[in-house]
């Protein structure tokens, strides 16, 4: 038997979020579009149908805690399973005990965190225990699980979307912690509500953050007779910098991404800078959002604005030479030249419609027209037979065709009226209007 001494304090050895750990729906902060009176998953969960299923959110939002509470409602075995740690073998061992339950009349609920973690032969290994009953599986992920867990898995799971806790929630769970016996109660802990305010604006969604950051406060509080006191220079201290939530190789790196380029497509120079400055508070190499900038300058802007696309590069070269923290202004040059640029997606559509010509048609032999002749057996085989210099023309115009005979006269790049592009279109027309004449 382990003995004890006096200065023992292991309430103190476990963080706060594990030690006030709802263990009922009652208790349970958030979700309330999925938990609320007469909501599918309260339903389930209340009339005891739990299947299988996935959770899909940001951390910190109750995805373990739910699952803890679901196996509790429903009188199932609980099995934390972690993907960071876990192998084929681990899964195997779980897999042959669950079986064992389910003989003997016993439901397993196995939780498996990260579960975008396993590759697909792991999660493959889930499947016929998931089939035959053997589990209860709910897997939890931070990523879109259509992109990170098998389609086979998935067709046998629901999906329910967690939401980033509101501020509200925050401070809510903030309170019930100050008040919780395993959390500080009884400490007498000095807090203001503006204070609690903004830790839960700080954790940004984030219960564990919120929590922990508490934690951190209250310890490094002032201790007086009357108790612990908060002050805004501690609390100033533990709040210095919000972490933000932000994969670089993930879901929300993508958002993002798909964020600033609709701004921009929108012409919302503000919110363009805001998803800039997300990204590279969040750690995003600026060369990559420069590239992404490049891209936009021809997919959006295009013959509209062509000096959209040297404004862009310049970026991408000033992001280069200087790096982070200077070259923020370059790129918001960029962001906001691009956004208020006169937009035209007629490149990119010419563009896609050709390739699905080549894509799809016959590789087509360029005219003999437009082929060289430089040796007499090019010649002898009428290579360059018919060629019209346009140079030799008055108007640096010929009727000469320069596209293969079956897609003679096919259009695919169409001007649009905005910016510069006008005048390209009008120009294209006159060139167009030429041929038929002379036709």
Same mark, same amino acid.
């Given at each position: 038997?382990?003995?004890?001494?006096?200065?023992?304090?292991?309430?103190?050895?476990?963080?706060?979020?594990?030690?006030?750990?709802?263990?009922?729906?009652?208790?349970?902060?958030?979700?309330?579009?999925?938990?609320?009176?007469?909501?599918?998953?309260?339903?389930?969960?209340?009339?005891?149908?739990?299947?299988?299923?996935?959770?899909?959110?940001?951390?910190?939002?109750?995805?373990?805690?739910?699952?803890?509470?679901?196996?509790?409602?429903?009188?199932?075995?609980?099995?934390?399973?972690?993907?960071?740690?876990?192998?084929?073998?681990?899964?195997?061992?779980?897999?042959?005990?669950?079986?064992?339950?389910?003989?003997?009349?016993?439901?397993?609920?196995?939780?498996?965190?990260?579960?975008?973690?396993?590759?697909?032969?792991?999660?493959?290994?889930?499947?016929?225990?998931?089939?035959?009953?053997?589990?209860?599986?709910?897997?939890?992920?931070?990523?879109?699980?259509?992109?990170?867990?098998?389609?086979?898995?998935?067709?046998?799971?629901?999906?329910?979307?967690?939401?980033?806790?509101?501020?509200?929630?925050?401070?809510?769970?903030?309170?019930?912690?100050?008040?919780?016996?395993?959390? =500080? /109660?009884?400490?007498? &802990?000095?807090?203001? +509500?503006? $204070?609690?305010?903004?830790? #839960?604006?700080? %954790?940004?969604?984030?219960?564990?953050?919120?929590?922990?950051?508490?934690?951190?406060?209250?310890?490094?509080?002032?201790?007086?007779?009357?108790?612990?006191?908060?002050?805004?220079?501690?609390?100033?201290?533990?709040?210095?910098?919000?972490?933000?939530?932000?994969?670089?190789?993930?879901?929300?790196?993508?958002?993002?991404?798909?964020?600033?380029?609709?701004?921009?497509?929108?012409?919302?120079?503000?919110?363009?800078?805001?998803?800039?400055?997300?990204?590279?508070?969040?750690?995003?190499?600026?060369?990559?959002?420069?590239?992404?900038?490049?891209? =936009? /300058?021809?997919?959006? &802007?295009?013959?509209? +604005?062509? $000096?959209?696309?040297?404004? #862009?590069?310049? %970026?991408?070269?000033?992001?280069?030479?200087?790096?982070?923290?200077?070259?923020?202004?370059?790129?918001?040059?960029?962001?906001?030249?691009?956004?208020?640029?006169?937009?035209?997606?007629?490149?990119?559509?010419?563009?896609?419609?050709?390739?699905?010509?080549?894509?799809?048609?016959?590789?087509?032999?360029?005219?003999?027209?437009?082929?060289?002749?430089?040796?007499?057996?090019?010649?002898?085989?009428?290579?360059?037979?018919?060629?019209?210099?346009?140079?030799?023309?008055?108007?640096?115009?010929?009727?000469?065709?320069?596209?293969?005979?079956?897609?003679?006269?096919?259009?695919?790049?169409?001007?649009? +009226?905005?910016?510069?592009?006008?005048?390209?279109?009008?120009?294209?027309?006159?060139?167009?209007?030429?041929?038929?004449?002379?036709?």
């Amino acid at each position: 038997m382990e003995q004890l001494t006096l200065f023992d304090d292991r309430k103190h050895t476990v963080p706060l979020a594990s030690r006030i750990r709802p263990v009922s729906l009652e208790e349970f902060v958030g979700q309330q579009h999925l938990l609320g009176p007469g909501k599918m998953l309260r339903q389930l969960i209340e009339k005891d149908q739990i299947s299988s299923m996935i959770f899909w959110g940001p951390p910190g939002v109750g995805k373990t805690t739910l699952a803890s509470i679901i196996a509790g409602r429903t009188k199932a075995n609980f099995i934390n399973f972690s993907a960071v740690t876990s192998g084929i073998r681990e899964i195997k061992e779980v897999m042959s005990r669950a079986e064992e339950s389910r003989r003997m009349g016993e439901r397993t609920l196995l939780f498996v965190d990260e579960i975008h973690r396993f590759n697909k032969a792991q999660q493959d290994a889930f499947l016929p225990f998931v089939e035959k009953g053997s589990i209860i599986l709910i897997g939890a992920t931070t990523e879109n699980p259509s992109f990170e867990v098998n389609a086979a898995l998935l067709s046998r799971c629901r999906v329910f979307v967690l939401k980033a806790l509101e501020v509200d929630d925050l401070a809510k769970l903030i309170r019930q912690a100050l008040t919780h016996p395993a959390g =500080f /109660a009884g400490q007498n &802990v000095q807090i203001t +509500d503006g $204070q609690i305010q903004q830790i #839960a604006a700080f %954790a940004n969604g984030d219960a564990r953050t919120a929590l922990n950051t508490l934690e951190m406060v209250v310890t490094n509080a002032k201790i007086s007779a009357e108790g612990m006191l908060v002050t805004d220079e501690v609390l100033s201290q533990c709040i210095s910098r919000k972490s933000l939530l932000y994969d670089k190789n993930g879901e929300e790196h993508y958002n993002l991404i798909s964020a600033l380029h609709k701004s921009m497509r929108n012409s919302d120079p503000d919110a363009a800078l805001y998803w800039m400055c997300r990204m590279l508070e969040g750690g995003e190499d600026p060369l990559y959002i420069a590239r992404r900038l490049i891209r =936009f /300058a021809s997919e959006d &802007v295009g013959m509209a +604005d062509s $000096q959209a696309l040297s404004v #862009a590069v310049a %970026a991408y070269q000033a992001c280069h030479f200087l790096g982070m923290p200077e070259c923020d202004v370059h790129l918001s040059h960029a962001v906001v030249y691009l956004s208020m640029a006169p937009k035209s997606n007629a490149l990119y559509t010419a563009v896609e419609n050709c390739k699905r010509d080549v894509k799809n048609g016959q590789a087509e032999p360029v005219p003999l027209q437009l082929r060289n002749a430089p040796t007499r057996l090019m010649k002898d085989l009428e290579y360059g037979k018919d060629y019209e210099y346009a140079h030799d023309t008055e108007e640096k115009l010929t009727r000469m065709e320069c596209l293969p005979e079956s897609l003679a006269g096919t259009v695919y790049y169409h001007p649009t +009226d905005q910016g510069d592009e006008a005048k390209v279109k009008d120009r294209l027309q006159e060139i167009k209007e030429w041929k038929r004449r002379e036709t």
